[in-house]
């Protein structure tokens, strides 16, 4: 898979009216408000049910390809294949933390000695550059892109080739007290015997990511098992103490869904989580089956990221937040009319991927 930044613009009006506490762009204001469409006046109402706008995306750009160029040996000015032993990577999700930006990248395939025909370790990157500054010229990113390595003494890649410069260091998880890895990691990268229990493999990766308080905070897939690779699990991770020269090592908190026996705590519409943190809440937009899925929103409280639990889900016919555990009132997913219930956004500058499927390694590498 080749990576590429694209700059797009979200074209789209009315999407955060006629609803109160979603008007503002203040972060003092608490957006996340409880909504009690009971006390909402008759105008208001009326306001809240009129057909608004689809968000449309206006236009896109590619600035350029992060890891390769017309095909995966061949570099871009990031030289990934020689500084960190990368040939491909799925993903890319972009965090910033204290002015800092890291890169979460899914399945990554190693260019010379290591992670070959094999499940694959994810990875992470970081930038050279200040988040502010990349915000304001995305395209610094088109050469100031770097992995995390593994210490000198443990890189396979420079002792085969001395062109190879570093290994790329896989992220890690270490379970919570009372549990085991495998409860959450279900098809570990390696292959046959050798396998690393600690390294979510291919599919087992994140798809979703924020900061705060310091910590970033990532949402993980679990998948079948490594025959079966349709992912049917999803939890979260802290990175307690993120450093462009730590390891990439996180703490499994605790599961946010599954699909494994329709008990999950969100219904199993919760597998893919991508999160946007906002006043006092992180929402979440989720979906279930593997691409097959409507979009749904939820929301859990910053000061209660360490416990699990407390997540509530939008009910879009009742206009209310109900628990996680509630049925909703009609099954829909997250339109235009649930952007309301968000603090509004104006405008968003993105990293983004290929838009091919993920069906296999050798493909995503291609």
């Known amino acids: 898979m080749r990576l590429a930044i694209v700059l797009s613009a979200l074209a789209a009006t009315g999407c955060a009216t006629g609803v109160r506490g979603f008007e503002t762009t203040d972060p003092s204001v608490d957006a996340g408000a409880p909504i009690d469409a009971s006390a909402d006046a008759p105008d208001a109402q009326a306001a809240d049910a009129a057909p608004r706008p689809t968000p449309t995306l206006a236009s896109s750009t590619e600035l350029c390809k992060l890891l390769s160029d017309r095909n995966t040996s061949q570099p871009t000015a990031n030289d990934v294949q020689h500084r960190a032993n990368v040939l491909g990577a799925d993903l890319g999700i972009p965090v910033d933390l204290g002015g800092t930006l890291y890169v979460f990248f899914g399945d990554t395939i190693g260019y010379g000695g290591i992670w070959g025909n094999e499940s694959h370790p994810d990875s992470v990157g970081f930038a050279l550059d200040s988040a502010a500054a990349i915000a304001k010229n995305p395209s610094l990113l088109c050469s100031d892109l770097r992995f995390l390595l593994v210490p000198d003494a443990n890189a396979i890649g420079p002792t085969i080739d001395s062109t190879i410069q570093g ?143 407390g997540i509530e889900r939008w009910d879009d016919a009742a206009n209310t937040w109900l628990a996680a555990g509630a049925r909703l009132s009609r099954r829909r997913s997250s339109t235009s009319r649930d952007t309301a219930r968000l603090p509004r956004v104006t405008s968003r500058r993105s990293i983004d991927g290929s838009s091919s499927p993920r069906n296999s390694a050798r493909r995503r590498a291609s």
Do not use: C
């Not at 679990?222 to 103490?241: F, I, R």
């Not at 703490?251 to 597998?271: K, Q, S, T």
């Not at 979440?284 to 699990?308: M, N």
């Open 167 to 309: 290994d790329f260091a896989g992220a890690y998880m270490k379970a919570p007290q009372g549990h085991a890895l495998g409860e959450y990691i279900h098809n570990p990268a390696g292959h046959g015997s050798s396998t690393f229990p600690q390294l979510p493999g291919d599919f087992e990766v994140p798809s979703g990511a924020f900061a705060h308080d310091g910590s970033i905070y990532v949402f993980y897939t679990t998948v079948t098992s490594p025959n079966a690779l349709d992912m049917k699990g999803a939890y979260l991770a802290k990175w307690s103490a993120p450093s462009t020269s730590a390891q990439p090592g996180y703490d499994v908190l605790y599961a946010i869904d599954e699909r494994f026996d329709g008990a999950g705590a969100l219904r199993g519409d919760f597998i893919n989580v991508a999160a946007a943190p906002a006043g006092n809440y992180v929402y979440l937009f989720g979906t279930g089956a593997f691409r097959a899925s409507t979009v749904h929103l939820a929301r859990k409280r910053l000061d209660s990221l360490a416990t699990e639990g």
